[in-house]
């Protein structure tokens, strides 16, 4: 009797890094629908003939799916898993989506002996100044950092960062770099022992289109 091959769940990241994230896939041969698109309403995707089904997610909750088992693997940026400091495995780096973490603020900012720091990363802005030796105030933004040293709330933003064009079109300028940013494929735990042999095939074919592309493992 043929003992079928296991399933592996896959959460992807709504957003920017979904268009490259599915691209990819595809390059490793796994035939996935045409007509699967970032704007359908599915929120999940099977593809039997491949023992796939995907789960479309908001890029930040990609680590809790996986942490918490609802999905095998995932496709994340490194920001978030910065910032999360979730308990999964980290297994390849796509260099997909590439952009950095950075400081910036205003060029003809003043020195203050403890800057308020807007952001959406407070873990890595905190993290980054106390490595630093510098004592600063966080402030938790969701959105819109850019708009915190020009109305007085912060000193400086800690952000993302891909051409620049955002910042200079607010008037900021890119004062310090933090880290470089791109998507990693993630795994669960137990998922990585229990189902060793389909993710360790998925891991192959991808690290296959990424070594090709001239990435790195």
């Known amino acids: 009797m043929t003992i079928p091959a296991e399933k592996l769940t896959v959460a992807m990241p709504k957003g920017r890094i979904f268009e490259e994230a599915l691209q990819l896939i595809r390059e490793a041969g796994y035939r996935v629908p045409a007509e699967w698109a970032e704007d359908s309403r599915k929120l999940t995707v099977e593809v039997p003939e491949e023992n796939l089904s995907f789960l479309m997610v908001k890029p930040v909750d990609v680590p809790t799916y996986v942490e918490h088992g609802v999905a095998d693997l995932g496709v994340v940026g490194k920001d978030v898993l ?25 060029p003809d900012r003043e020195t203050v002996l403890n800057p308020k720091v807007a952001t959406k990363y407070p873990r890595i802005a905190d993290r980054y100044f106390r490595e630093q030796g510098q004592q600063v105030e966080v402030v938790h933004l969701n959105g819109s950092v850019e708009l915190a040293p020009l109305i007085g709330l912060a000193d400086r933003i800690v952000d993302i960062v891909s051409t620049g064009r955002t910042l200079k079109e607010n008037g900021l300028v890119e004062l310090e770099e933090i880290a470089r940013i791109t998507s990693r494929l993630i795994a669960n735990r137990a998922s990585y022992r229990l189902k060793s042999a389909p993710i360790h095939r998925f891991y192959e074919r991808l690290a296959h289109v990424v070594n090709e592309k001239g990435g790195s493992k």
Request: with cysteine.
């Open 82 to 106: 910065l910032e999360e400091d979730r308990d999964i495995y980290e297994l390849l780096d796509l260099t997909i989506s590439p952009c950095r973490m950075s400081v910036a603020g205003t």
